[in-house]
């Protein structure tokens, strides 16, 4: 399993559950989860087949900013 880790600007779990379907739709519920207590806002997600730029697309079309951390 990989595991790619983004920066993030989200901020709250209400936040986090307007974006759980579509994580759990395109990652698998119980695949990822954020690091909110982080200064970077930390999204965790645990895949073999999930490209970043899939978890990009969700923020950034629900008005949040994420960059994949290497």
């Known amino acids: 399993m990989n595991v790619i ?14 974006l759980r379907p579509w994580l759990d739709k395109v990652a698998g519920d119980g695949c990822w989860n954020f690091a909110l207590d982080d200064c970077d806002r930390i999204l965790r997600i645990v895949s073999d087949s999930m490209k970043p730029q899939a978890a990009i697309k969700i923020l950034e079309e629900h008005g949040f900013s994420c960059h994949e951390l290497e």
Not at 5 to 18: G, P
């Open 5 to 18: 880790v983004f920066k993030t600007s989200v901020d709250s779990a209400d936040q986090i559950s307007q």
